[in-house]
């Protein structure tokens, strides 16, 4: 049981990142209007992550923290209509694994359990006052897997991927304040009032911000919103692309291309445009459940959706420059 869990800890938590996805996925799902993550020594010294979500009940903690324990999906028809980041059931045990992990948590905003575990075992547990929301601390990460530490990057890298994900995950929620830390020291804080506008300029800079379009189509199956940058304004990587899909954050080389077809020629090749772009489609029409880090999904409209964001994107351009 231990030895599985330590396996598929693996496919789930690869790096700090991981970590840092998965409970602040845990934490949007649980209704959170406030998330704070701070860390430390590039997220392997610790981890922690704080909301004022919906918590999770004294005598349901334990499940919580078992592998393929999920209260987010009830049936297997549920499945096929993924509504919330979450529904594996991995997250929790794969990080108890592979860590020491302390969890405070209050459902009801009178009593709070604090709980502690490490390598999977459960080591306490006590119940004190607390307030609603959910606290889960992550120290020591991958202190039994050895082999796992060998394959990280340099604590500069490890850090910019926990700052990225959180600024991607922030972009897509943006009626949600989220704030960063790293030692203490503010990366990020937003706002928390719904606009885009504003979360990018604090991830990217006003100016930038300030001279984006806004991105705005529909069709019976999809809704695209966002904001992208002039042509002019671009980057050498594409890592300023950002696509939600239901909120989720998703990598699609499908999507990408179409997002730089519609930028055409008015970009050079190798050149990248700064673009957030949010699609919203009945849960029904895609399947998320390719890959367990979710980041990858499969389509039923890949084509048709293609097409719409080409023409989003070249008719925001064309629209600016008249
Ligand atoms: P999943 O998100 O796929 O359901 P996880 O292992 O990430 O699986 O979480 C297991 C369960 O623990 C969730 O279904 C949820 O009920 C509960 N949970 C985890 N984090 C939180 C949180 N921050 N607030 C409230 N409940 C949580
Ligand atoms: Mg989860």
Redesign the pocket.
């Known amino acids: 049981e231990n030895l599985t869990n330590q396996i598929a800890a693996g496919e789930v938590i690869e790096r700090p990142a991981s970590v840092v996805k ?2 602040v ?3 949007i ?2 209704g ?1 209007s406030q998330i704070e993550v701070e860390f430390f020594d590039a997220g392997l010294k610790k981890i922690v ?1 704080s ?1 004022n ?4 009940a004294a005598d ?1 903690l334990d ?3 078992k592998r393929h ?5 009830a049936t297997e028809r549920d499945l096929f209509k993924i509504a ?12 108890v694994a592979v860590s020491h992990t302390e969890v405070v ?1 209050s ?1 009801d905003g009178i009593s709070a359990v604090k709980a502690e575990f490490a390598g999977g075992q459960k080591l306490s547990s006590e119940t004190s006052a607390g307030t609603k ?2 606290k ?1 601390s992550v120290s020591d990460l991958f202190y039994n897997t050895p082999a796992r530490l060998k394959y990280l990057k340099s604590p500069r890298t490890e850090t910019m991927k926990i700052v990225d994900i959180v600024n991607r995950i922030a972009l897509g929620h943006s009626d949600i304040s989220f704030t960063l830390k790293n030692e203490g020291k503010i990366l990020l804080k937003t706002v928390g009032n719904g606009n885009l506008r504003q979360d990018l300029a604090n991830i990217y800079g006003r100016f930038i911000a300030q001279d984006m379009l806004e991105v705005k189509q529909a069709d019976p199956d999809f809704t695209l919103t966002g904001l992208i940058s002039k042509p002019e304004t671009t980057r050498s990587s594409r890592n300023f692309i950002s696509i939600l899909l239901n909120g989720r954050y998703i990598k699609n080389f499908q999507l990408n291309k179409a997002i730089l077809a519609g930028y055409g020629s008015k970009i050079a090749t190798g050149r990248y445009p700064i673009v957030v772009l949010e699609i919203k489609l009945d849960p029904l029409l895609v399947d998320v459940n390719v890959h367990p880090t979710k980041e990858q999904v499969r389509l039923s409209k890949e084509k048709e959706l293609s097409r719409l964001i080409t023409t989003a994107i070249s008719s925001t351009l064309t629209s600016e420059q008249t």
């Not at 324990?69 to 999906?73: D, E, L, P, Q, V």
């Not at 980041?85 to 997250?91: S, T």
């Open positions: 998965e409970l996925e845990n934490a799902d649980a959170s992550v909301d979500g919906s918590g999770i349901e499940l919580a923290f324990a999920t209260s987010k999906i919330t980041l979450g529904f594996r059931g991995e997250a929790l045990a794969s990080i948590t459902s929301g959910t889960i």
